[in-house]
């Protein structure tokens, strides 16, 4: 499992009164990483949203779940890099990596599929998923070579070890540009199993909701309070200072997610002697999460890809700017 905690995800998650907001993947990104980078200008958005279409399109790929696909008909054929290079003009977007790990992900994903079995591990999602994020120009570590990572909150130890960290290799000790969960199962429940977890609501058809704070604390369906505790383990490892970017991975539906905790709540959580700390609106930490996308879908891929390059040429910015 991604990460594990010495205190309760949900006991902790309840008293850091989470706020929740919902944004898509591109503006979640470029709002954490337009405090460290050069912006993208107009019309390199317009072309990014181009390049999704055409480096997403992964042979017009398009299925619910991984039981769908005849691997037998799979044909990922290695790009030709020369037509690429004439339609991607972001100099930031490493055309030869793409070519190179269309390859590796259709030989994985043949791999996976070939033996038909009835249940896929994590292990196997997790290489799926590693190999997706290296298409688009992310640099990825992934278990058992990640360490664990650790807060203090109410003087407690909070602890992780992610499933896959997209890290910066420009930076030796805020290295994380992302932390990633992987799981082989997926959460749909709207029931609450238990006095003390988050209460799982669909969002998606009405988004609003969240706003309405009925209960102590939620979280938006899909997510779990388990994530939070990944990223604020990891807080400290951001490549932006205050915030961090996560995505969790149920099967091949992914969200994303960024948790922004003020230095000032940090050191009063950190403090506080007590299991609970009285914070102001304006202080309560904030978790910006996606819908979820299923990166075997093509139009949701899309999503995924143009968030992923963003995150990509945003990244090579910031590492040429300081």
């Known amino acids: 499992m991604a990460g594990c905690s010495e205190t309760s995800s949900g006991d902790l998650l309840e008293k850091l009164e989470m706020r929740f907001e919902r944004k898509s993947p591109t503006d ?5 990483m337009s405090v460290v980078a050069y912006n993208l200008m107009r019309d390199e958005i317009k072309n ?43 100099k930031e977007i490493n055309i030869s990596k793409y070519s190179t790990f269309v390859n590796k992900f259709g030989v994985s994903l043949w791999y996976v599929l070939k033996g038909k079995q009835p249940v896929i591990s994590e292990a196997k999602y ?5 190999q997706f994020l290296q298409m688009f120009g992310i640099e990825v570590m992934a278990q058992p070579e990640i360490d664990m990572e650790s807060t203090e909150i109410f003087h407690r130890k909070v602890s992780s070890r992610a499933d896959i960290v997209c890290f910066s290799p420009k930076d030796v000790e805020k290295y994380s540009l992302a932390v990633c969960k992987v799981k082989n199962e997926c959460c749909f429940t709207d029931v609450e199993t238990e006095p003390s977890a988050p209460k799982l609501r669909r969002t998606e058809d009405a988004p609003q909701r969240i706003q309405i704070r009925k209960e102590k604390f939620s979280l938006p369906d899909g997510l779990h309070a388990q994530h939070v505790g990944d990223l604020l383990a990891y807080l400290d490892k951001s490549v932006c200072k205050e915030a ?12 994303f997610t960024r948790l922004l ?24 930490p904030v978790l910006y999460y996606s819908k ?20 990509a040429v945003m990244e090579k910015r910031r590492a040429k700017k300081s």
């Open 28 to 32: 979640i990104i470029t709002e954490h």
């Open 48 to 90: 990014l949203e181009e390049v999704a279409d055409i480096l997403g399109s992964l042979n017009n790929l398009n299925h619910e779940n991984l039981h769908e696909i005849n691997f037998k008909g799979l044909n990922f054929v290695k790009p030709v890099e020369e037509n690429l290079r004439y339609s991607v003009t972001l």
């Open 126 to 130: 997790r290489c799926l998923f590693e």
């Open 244 to 255: 961090i970017l996560g995505m969790t991975v149920e099967k091949t539906m992914v969200t």
């Open 261 to 284: 905790v003020k230095d000032e709540t940090m050191e009063k959580l950190q403090r506080s002697s007590s299991d609970s700390v009285k914070l102001k609106e304006e202080e309560r």
């Open 292 to 311: 979820r996308y299923n990166y075997l879908l093509l139009e949701d891929r899309k999503e995924i890809v143009k968030a992923l390059l963003t995150l």
